[in-house]
């Protein structure tokens, strides 16, 4: 006797699930899965369990749309358990490049199999090179048989096999993975029938999903499971251009086309397919209709409980999916509710806004600034801080519980991972400044709208970093070449003569920004993130590229991410002139020469080698019951610790006249280390936006970049960049920190400031308020600097009973040195197969 529940919405499915004696999970409907609504711990499977449309659904070949909205760890599967998706339209739930199914967590041993499902990506592979993949992924051991002809299959056709369906915890029979279409099925999302011209249909197709602990430090165990396709059909509802195969790994491609589509879909172009009007479900009515409601005729189901709600997701292309609506602008991190400042169709309004607020603002040295209604909250249902609280030793950092960030709809856990989604939310953005005031705008606005982002024209020019290590600009010769070779062979130049041939492995794919990707490795024993940046002679990421490896290297503090070496490499078919070789590489000048040598070439990588933060970024902290136990309620000095050292990183940033210029949440990031009270340190990383501002000036102009909900208003109106930009947002991020979540928030309305900010309830402590109050005031001059916030809060730290001062120098810089990446070598798709990336 099997027992079977239809669910309509993420709680019903999760009580299902949590239930012994439920085995068959029913959808009726529709069901995007509410991740807020689902308990903070991975649920365990203790058992075998099917989640399926109703036979009513598969009787009348209607796929019934499951979108788990890029959830992850919902629920584990024990060790020869099976979990079977069946009949469904799965949309995501992979990982934005890998097979990795996310909404599971890490289950050795268990066994996923999808049946007549299609399944969704939003971006993926060519599917040729997606087959090539496939076909050099290893069958798991028990498998037998290859992956079949890409050319030939009984798919081919577009019609079902006449293969058995496959037993729970088996591979099935003979996988075939081919390249067919056109398809057409039905499914509950959408009216009309969906048209899919190419897909790839996999029958019997099994795979082990290795684990991946990528994400590991948020708290995200994934893979380990093997993992069936019987009777699917994969398709991307975009597909990456094969020209940037030939330069890129396949994960930057997708990466990169992630970001394009944010970019699209924030300045209003849809990205949906939309579905033609015309033909039948010609897979669906074959293969669901014809075996699985046969399938499912002979077991004995009884159901349990049956309530049948319409619910219908929205259609592709609008803010379904949480990392996938809305991103940010190509110049910084890639949260809904951190995306960048940029330009945005249908922000004109809201611009205008943020226009005249600025204009009128409110000077007065400790007023709370007034950021438009919503001001206040209860103290009542807050509460007190909490003075006494210890944050318990051993206590783990992670998972984080749901309600930090909630007001955008994600756990924070999903926060770094969804790194990889760097588009623009521009629209978002400047939604947010209509919070500054009611009132209406002007033509600067416009103005501002218009020409965001703007890249680094203005930026200071490398010449001018103070640092005698700094890289572009300070080769002997620079000036007389052409501006991009100068800056790429003095780079070269400087950093080949230090040579020191140390061999890194690169062991995972950390996350992607906005202009390249950054991997976990190991060099020297050492754990190391090393960042990658791919650009061209004339590509709008290359000054910010170089600038940002020359600016890192020169800042030597322990709350900053030390960076350990840097090194450019030509890509393409140049052999010999590797940097990690100091048998073939030119010698000192050499690289000029080079550059000489190379006009015609024209893309470069560069690696930038730095300390590895094993905890990951602030905002995963966010929510973390052992320092915010409820809303109101901090552990005070682990809170003043963090604050004071991203103001000393500031102070010490600010002293070398380097602005950090995109200060935020995901930008400090979170170090194990014994030595400090709280179990880790905190140290301040991402200088992709930073800039060095000229002896005797206060700031840059036309410096119309940062983070949504971080970003000075001076530097979103008005461009000006200066330290005083930095307080800003260390003030959101110390409001932040008292309160353990994300000052931004996603509404109907859009991306708002969460209704109590800047309010602190009456309990915190003065010092602490009137300088977070201080550092958010409008006119930057009645804004503190970094180094009067650090003295505040230092003496704030003592009156406490004392924070542990941070250590002086706990990460030493190790040198430059040259660097042999043996695991990121320019994709040759002829050769396939060394990406591990499923579609
Ligand atoms: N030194 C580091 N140690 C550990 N993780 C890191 C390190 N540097 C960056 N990361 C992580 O790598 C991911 C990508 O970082 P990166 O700085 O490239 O982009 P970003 O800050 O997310 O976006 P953007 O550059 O667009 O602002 C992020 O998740 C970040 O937390």
Known sequence: LETAVTVTSTRGLFSALA????????????????????????????????????????QSSILVALDFADAASLFSVAPNRTLTLRGLELRGYLNPVGSVVRFLHQSPGAWLTVEDCVQVRLAALPYNDAVVNLRATARPVGCTGSAGDPASGAAQSGLASAAEPAKVGECGGEPTVSVAGPFVYLTTRLADPVTVDTGIYLTHYSSQVPVDRTLASQGLLLGGYTSTDVRSLYFAENVVDPACLKKRPGSECVALLLAQLREQSSSGASTADEPPQENKAVLVGAVVGASVAAALAAAAVVVVVVRLRRRRLQAPGGSRRKSEGEGVTPSSSNDEESGSAGAGADSSSAGKAEAAAVAAETPGALQAPNWGVGYGCSPAAIGAPSLSARLPTGQSLNPVPEEACMGVGLGAREATDRKTDAGAASSVAAATYLRYSPDGGDDDTNAFLSTLPVALESSAPCEQDPSPRAGPGQGPKGRELPDMMAELGQLSCELRATVGDVAIQLESMIGSGSFGTVYKGTWQGLSVAVKTVVFSANADNRRRALQEAALCKSINHPNVIATYASDLQPIGELTGVSAGSNTTQPADGGALEMARGVGALLDWRLYIIQEYADLGPLRGLYGNRAIWPRPGIVHLPAVVGIALAIAR?????????????????????????????????????DFGLSVLIPEHRSHLSNMRVGTMFYVCPAVAMHGRMGPVADVFSLGVILWELFWGVCAGMRTEG?????????????????AYRMTALA?????????????????????????????????????QPLGAVSVILEHVEPWDASQGGSEMILL
């Open 775 to 811: 550092c958010l005031q409008r006119q930057p001059e009645h804004r503190p600097t970094a180094a009067d916030v650090e003295g505040t809060l230092t003496s704030f730290s003592q009156a406490l009973g004392g924070v542990p001062q941070v250590p002086q120098t706990n990460v």
């Open 649 to 685: 990183a500031l102070a010490h940033l600010h002293s070398k006249r380097i602005v950090h210029g995109d200060l935020n949440p995901n930008n400090v990031l979170l170090k194990r280390d014994a030595r400090e009270a709280s179990g880790f340190a905190v140290k301040v990383g």
């Open 19 to 58: 239930d012994e004696f439920v085995s068959i999970v029913y959808l009726h409907d529709s069901l995007m899965i509410d991740a807020s609504a689902w308990p903070p711990e991975p649920l365990v499977l203790d058992r075998s369990v099917v989640i399926s449309a109703t036979p009513l659904r598969l």
């Open 750 to 766: 859009g991306p708002r400031y969460r209704p109590d900010f800047p309010d602190f309830p009456p309990g915190c402590p003065t």
